[in-house]
């Protein structure tokens, strides 16, 4: 029986990040990748590195992970295509520009850049977005990645240090020891559950799929210059009870855009839903008209994994399993690509006993476990 310090069960790029940040502290780490290096919701991603402020909590995880990936940004491979284009949050209307103000202040509040624009501003910015828009609001600091060579990336680094990948599906995580498809049997002191949507070794997680749909264009340089999202979006992401939209395109250093989003439950079925995909690009073509003229050249969808406070779980699995063995980094919804180096750091650092750099206790798994128990009955 091979031992390891933690093992990792799960390659996407919060696993991967995990991996890396285990074997930098020098730990004797295994991966185990179920057959699927850059997991299956890495793969489906946007790669939208962006502060939300939903929460306090909420922003303080996607600010720190932000700030680390910006330190990442000169190790990053090319292809990991990591560009720091900034994001609009397009106002429609007055109103929506009085949240895009309000948010600002938030924002300027926790020493983070955001400037509001004026409708001729938002034009000047994105002229090919409809005219009439009342403004928005500009993150210059965020930015797109890669996701599949980033989480490889990570992978790499993991391995570099010592890490060991294996790439069967685990069957059994419990008390110290993973047993793998193919009946072998490894141990550690510690394992950490990074599954994604997959529940099947902790039923009692409290988490939900979100499926969603992107679309991909052929290549149109400088058609978009920023990631552009409808503030709009913010009251869609909040739907726990039925299908939503939202208009959500990024602009890929390919010159090809990504098109989103869509939002729903109860859906199991990887299948493109021709109705939900005509409302999402309908809902583009409202904000962008030109959209219409460009050409498509892929469809997918993909599932989030969604907790019921919209908060990731990284911590010890107290509150949702007796085992002294499980650590959790999982639901984290439409923010795992941007949350993977910071829920990484906390993970560790919780392990260590070290002081972070944010509070870790709004993400620890304990909170959730009167939830955990109906388990979203």
């Not at 069957?171 to 049997?185: C, F, K, M, P, Q």
């Not at 409290?206 to 009251?235: A, C, M, N, W």
């Not at 990504?258 to 109705?275: F, H, M, N, T, V």
């Not at 962008?288 to 469809?299: D, E, K």
């Amino acid at each position: 029986m091979k031992s390891f310090d933690v093992l990792v069960v799960g390659a996407g790029i919060v696993g991967s990040a995990v991996a890396r940040e285990c074997a930098l502290e020098g730990w004797r780490v295994g991966v185990l990748a179920g057959g699927k290096l850059s997991g299956s919701a890495t793969a489906a991603g946007m790669g939208h590195l962006v502060v939300m402020d939903d929460s306090p909590a909420q922003l303080a995880l996607t600010a720190y992970s932000r700030s680390l990936w910006q330190t990442l940004a000169t190790h990053l491979p090319k292809s990991a295509e990591y560009e720091a284009c900034g994001t609009i949050w397009v106002a429609a209307d007055d109103e929506e520009l009085t949240e895009a103000r309000a948010k600002c202040d938030v924002y300027l509040a926790h020493n983070l850049q955001a400037r509001v624009l004026s409708s001729a501003e938002l034009a000047h910015a994105e002229p090919n977005l409809r005219k009439g828009l009342a403004g928005g609001l500009l993150v210059p600091a965020d930015g797109v990645i890669y996701p599949p060579t980033a989480a490889n990336y990570f992978l790499d680094e993991a391995k570099r240090h010592g890490a060991q990948v294996f790439a069967d599906r685990a069957l059994i995580a419990a008390n110290h020891e993973v047993r793998l498809a193919d009946g072998a049997v490894l141990s550690a002191e510690r394992i950490v559950l990074a599954v994604g949507t997959d529940c099947t070794l902790l039923p009692t997680l409290p988490i939900q799929k979100r499926k969603g749909h992107l679309v991909i264009t052929d290549r149109y340089p400088s058609f978009v210059r920023h990631q552009l999202v409808e503030l709009g979006y913010l009251k869609s992401a909040h739907k726990f009870t039925e299908d939503s939209i939202a208009f959500n395109v990024q602009p890929r250093q390919t010159g090809q855009l990504l098109i989103g989003s869509s939002r729903q439950y109860g859906s199991d079925s990887s299948e493109i839903e021709p109705k939900i995909l005509r409302r999402m690009l309908d809902r583009a073509l409202e904000y962008m008209p030109g959209l219409n003229n460009l050409s498509s050249l892929r469809v997918w969808t993909g599932f989030r994994a969604a907790t019921p406070d919209k908060l990731p779980l990284i911590g010890h699995a107290t509150g949702l399993s007796e085992d002294e063995s499980l650590w959790l980094a999982a639901g984290f919804e439409g923010l795992g690509i941007t949350n993977a180096p910071g829920a990484a750091r906390l993970l560790v650092d919780a392990m260590t006993d070290r002081h972070s750099a944010i509070a870790a206790t709004p993400y620890l798994p304990a909170r959730l476990k009167p939830q955990a128990e109906v388990a979203y009955a």
